[in-house]
């Protein structure tokens, strides 16, 4: 999800409890806190050698030991303004670091009231070849489960 489209969400909703589902994980505990609103630039050489780059939003979670916290969206509203000052363009896609067993880092897929919540959904990242015709990689169906597109074995 772009950060301009983010930000609307967040702050057409005010007032709500903020909530953050991984896909296929555990929501992160109702006591989280925002602990960055970070721009993150990444600048690489594909490998068919083309120079590139790429910004990136995230935003750093850390689940405390303070479990009366709770983080509103008119608070959070208030952290993402905070962020003005990193001068993120606004079709930058936003994403959201949290502590599983490791670290993980995944994209806000959507966001949707739900009673009186503000569910955020994220999605898991996945790497690609951008360079397909530089170096002839064709990129495999990734797999969910096993039964899926290359039947019971799970391999292609």
Do not use: W, Y
């Not at 057409?12 to 602990?35: K, M, W, Y």
């Not at 962020?83 to 599983?100: C, M, N």
């Not at 990129?139 to 096993?146: D, E, F, G, K, N």
Request: overall charge negative; glycine content about 8%.
């Amino acid at each position: 999800m772009r950060l301009d489209q983010f930000r609307d969400a967040v702050a057409a909703n005010p007032d709500c409890s903020l909530r953050i589902v991984p896909q296929g994980g555990n929501e992160l505990a109702p006591h989280f806190h925002v602990t960055e609103v970070g721009r993150v630039t990444k600048d690489f050489i594909d490998c068919g050698g083309k120079p590139r780059s790429e910004t990136r939003c995230v935003l750093q979670t850390l689940v405390a030991n303070d479990t009366d916290h709770r983080l509103t969206t008119t608070k959070f509203t208030k952290i993402l303004a905070l962020a003005d000052k990193l001068d993120l363009p606004a079709d930058t896609e936003v994403e959201v670091e949290h502590q599983e067993r490791s670290i993980s880092t995944d994209r806000v897929a959507g966001v949707e009231r739900v009673g009186d919540a503000l569910l955020v959904t994220l999605e898991p990242k996945h790497t690609d070849c951008l360079a397909e015709d530089a170096c002839g990689i064709r990129v495999m169906p990734q797999l969910t489960t096993l039964g899926g597109e290359c039947g019971d074995t799970g391999c292609c």
